[in-house]
Nanobody, 126 residues
Framework: QVQLVESGGGLAQPGGSLRLSCAAS????????MMWARQAPGKEREFVAA????????YYADSVKGRFTISRDNAKNTLFLQMNNLQPEDTALYYC???????????????????WGQGTQVTVSS
């Protein structure tokens, strides 16, 4: 069965960095767009970044553009999110997700993703 397991979360100071990983199994990883989303306490889950199956196309939320970088290693079935210059408003539970269909195009709609991990907590505080 499809499994997505996030890791790498933790506590960071403002201006600091963290690198999240998502280990995928149970499907052909290099055939699907993958995404990172986040959910802060009391807020709806929101799109953070997405990457096409080959890694050549990426999308970012305006709030993280220039600070976060999404990437993938298809040989290791792993998705990454490098987060730099972290701010307190980045505090959230971060999820990785697999897109439902093997299609290209803007992939910011969370409803287009069918499998989600359990999340990894990122807390940014001094």
């Amino acid at each position: 069965q499809v499994q997505l397991v996030e890791s790498g979360g933790g506590l960071a100071q403002p201006g600091g960095s963290l690198r999240l990983s998502c280990a995928a199994s149970g499907f052909t990883f290099d055939s699907y767009t993958m995404m990172w989303a986040r959910q802060a306490p009391g807020k709806e889950r929101e799109f953070v970044a997405a990457i096409s199956w080959g890694g050549g196309i990426t999308y970012y939320a305006d709030s993280v553009k220039g600070r976060f970088t999404i990437s993938r290693d298809n040989a290791k079935n792993t998705l990454f999110l490098q987060m730099n210059n972290l701010q307190p408003e980045d505090t959230a539970l971060y999820y990785c997700a697999k897109r439902k269909l093997r299609v290209l195009g803007d992939s910011r709609n969370l409803d287009e993703y069918d499998y989600w991990g359990q999340g990894t907590q990122v807390t940014v505080s001094s």
